[in-house]
């Protein structure tokens, strides 16, 4: 499928409200062929061969792009301008260089501009070696008047009269702005560099960018409204997540199969996603299919949480939405200057991004970050007081002096088999020296209150346990009282 039709199609995905956001591929795609005529018409002005310059060899050489900031795009054009060039500029002695820069003024706008440098054996006089051009530096190559006493650069480099068509409202397209004459003699060789600004190729940017800073007003404005209604949900939730609340548990259950589902794959500690929208929103799907099919917001007695169930919902759709809009602008950016460069043989796609890159994962990081810390996180989980040896609830919990905390159980066990150090951290005799003082009492309050169905378990296991061991000890020492009996 093409990428404009394929943008089509994912724009379909999004809301009504976020389609003026979605960058505009096939307007953009259109105003290529403007930029081509201007190139066309700014080379044939200069009296360079345009099929020439049309060449990839010419313009567009992988080979002479050098990345950073200085990125220019430059080929010697010898070859090719030779036979284009005739009249007062020896073909022999001719050679062309094209540079194509894209630069950034102080009000952040983006100008292009082509320098082409040609060499020549002068026939007329030179002319001053910086020519000033009008108030705002500019006029138009075609319009372009320099002081009488010297030839014009149309006659310098043998522009044919007719070439010269003075721009109407009805004219399609027009050369650039010519913007900077130099020439430098260099003994009887006369180098004559001519700076272009191409008109057509900085509306197609001025576009591009009134697109991508327009996305990113809305997205600021998106996410703080999304933090205002994450923030809203997170205080009814607390409410009706409350230990004393029958809904307590089954939220519990929700939340605890969200973080299984792994929605945008994202390491732990980092929330950067690494699954795209339609991956995120794959799984967001089997998610809620499997609370339901569990049956989860049938058993919710507040009339409260199904409506919050809802609003969560609603909430990780909508960054599904926020994600698939900036991989869709993202992907329209790289593809159009892409294009640009296909069909212009300017190199924009090692400058432009310097300017305006698009970054498809920290805001969704944010997001998901503010969904699990604020939304999520309200509901303590388990697996986030396992004591680290047993790996059942830390009950009863003693802190060693190196901060990990296990069941109080298996500090016992391990001090029984000598092991004196923490077994996390290896910390010197932490366990040797840990006791009754180490249990951490607010923790204990907490895990009664929110896993007191765990701690009775774990509870009745440890009984267990010592049962067994009262047994073995009874039994070891009848064993050791049995009467001899010689056979
Ligand atoms: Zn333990
Ligand atoms: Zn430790």
New binding site residues.
Partial sequence: MKFGKTIETSAKELPEDWQPYIIQYKLLKKNIKRIVNELDDTFRLLNLDASAISDDAILLDSESVHSGAASIMSQETTDQADSALSGPVSAADTAGKIEYLIEKDEDGVVHPVITVKLRSHPVSPPIDPIVELNDDGSAPLDELSLPPTTPTLAQQISLPEAAIVPPTSNTPHVAGNVVQIETKQDGNVTETQVTVRLQTDQAFFDQLIDYIERTRAFEKDYTHQYNTNVQTLGVDLTAVTSPFKHDFEIWREIFRLYMDADIWSHTEGDFRPTNSAHEGQERFTAFTRHIEKLGLPRKFRDKLSGKLLVSFYKLNTELIYMKLLQEMNEAATRKIIKKHDKRTHLVAKTQFPQFVAIDTTTLTKALIFTIHNDLVGIVPQIDDYLCPMCLNVAWRPLR?E???VFCSRCVVKASRRRMFN?P??R?KG?IYRAGVDNVDQALLNFLKLYFPKEIKEKQADIQQEISEEEVGIITAAQSRHKPCIIM
């Fill in positions: 060693l190196c901060n990990h923490c996390v951290c910390a932490a």
